[in-house]
């Protein structure tokens, strides 16, 4: 296996990235958490195109793909850890790389959403990071995850949250995949990690279970050893130095892995070609990129691949056309949207 860095778009402080469909084609999107640039790039061609927001971007954080023409983004997070003014915003194309950008509602400290479809009606989760602060290290009043319908109309419609899971203090993780054979949100916290069933049919409740009860920043499952269970891994600490793997036994999940990272804030687990892998990153001092490859018996990972200076703030993975996989990351430290290019 061979991993190859390639640098995509420079871009002050990139923090929201994903992958984005255009006309049936590969493309990424990436976009400053600050006052940056956002860019969209082929992810099977060359080339870079700096998209016009219309007012100018600022504080972007997560994106959803509506259609060809529609996206949803949060913005004004930011400056970081004083986002009073956070808000989800509908992005429509006007032509080429103009978009314009309407808020669809105003919520402070909005840092993670899921747009999911149940039968015909879509529903929106909402993560905040907190409440109201007086300054930066100010967690006295926690964060929540809230559940809307979403309405009609996403500009002007009326959006009515009810909280889901309260509180959540540092309220930073979420991840979205099939967890044990079901459609499955993770939000984490210093309360703890809780998983969400998405129901089947609207009417059914959306179920909560806390699946683990000490501080994790952010998480992610995957079935590493085969067995048919997923594990967990997690980011122990609100940007901790321990990366920790899960697995369930009849007393509940234990610990079975442990490795150590400095301000983590990446974590993903999958396979890579028919490896277990997990990627995990640092944001400050080396500012790592790990990709840890599974022992073929126990629980042991083993870091195959490392690149320094990268600061990821985030990964994602997709397999490509090549027989290979694209891990997208924005890289702080690199100042660049890059892609990992993995081939066989
Ligand atoms: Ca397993």
């Known amino acids: ?48 195109s700096f998209q016009q927001w219309n007012p100018s971007n600022g504080g972007a954080q997560m994106f959803h793909q509506l259609d060809q023409d529609h996206f949803l983004v949060i913005q004004g997070f930011f400056p970081e850890f004083q986002c009073q003014g956070s808000y989800l915003a509908l992005a429509t194309r006007e032509d080429g790389r103009h978009w314009k950008l309407e808020p669809c509602f105003f919520m402070p400290y909005l840092h ?7 039968e015909n009606q879509a529903f929106l989760l909402a993560a905040t990071l907190s409440g109201p602060k007086i300054e ?16 009609d109309k996403l500009v002007g419609g009326n959006w009515q949250f009810t909280p889901l899971i309260e509180p959540m203090t540092k309220n930073h993780g979420f991840w979205q995949g099939s967890f044990n054979g079901h459609h499955t949100l993770l939000f984490s916290a210093s309360e703890g990690l809780y998983a969400v ?3 089947s049919r609207i009417g059914q409740v959306w179920a909560v279970e806390k699946l683990l009860p000490h501080e994790i920043s952010d ?56 490896f277990p892998y997990l990627i995990a990153g640092e944001l400050f001092g080396e500012a790592k990129l790990v990709f840890l490859e599974k022992s073929e018996s126990g629980w042991n990972f083993t870091p195959q691949f490392s690149f320094d200076q990268i600061g990821p703030f985030s990964v994602k993975v997709r397999q490509n056309s090549k027989n290979g996989y694209d891990v997208l990351c924005p890289a702080r430290t690199a100042g660049q949207a890059i892609v990992f290019s993995v081939s066989p």
């Open 219 to 274: 998480a992610a499952a995957f079935d590493l050893d085969g067995d048919g269970q997923d594990e967990l891994v997690t980011i122990n600490g609100f940007h901790g130095d321990e990366l920790a793997v899960y697995d369930l036994s009849e007393d509940g999940y234990q610990q079975v892995f442990s490795y150590h990272l400095d301000y983590i804030h990446t974590v993903w687990a999958g396979k890579l070609f028919d």
């Open 136 to 151: 930066k290290e100010d967690w006295s009043i926690p964060g929540q995850v809230l559940i809307a319908k979403v309405p």
């Open 112 to 118: 993670k959403f899921a747009y999911i479809m149940v």
């Open 1 to 48: 296996m061979k991993i190859t860095r390639i640098d995509r778009a420079k871009i002050e402080n990139p923090y929201a990235i994903d992958f984005f469909d255009c006309s049936g084609k590969p493309y990424a999107i990436c976009a400053s958490g600050s006052d940056g640039a956002c860019a969209m790039f082929p992810l099977e061609g060359d080339g870079c």
């Open 197 to 199: 069933k998405v129901p």
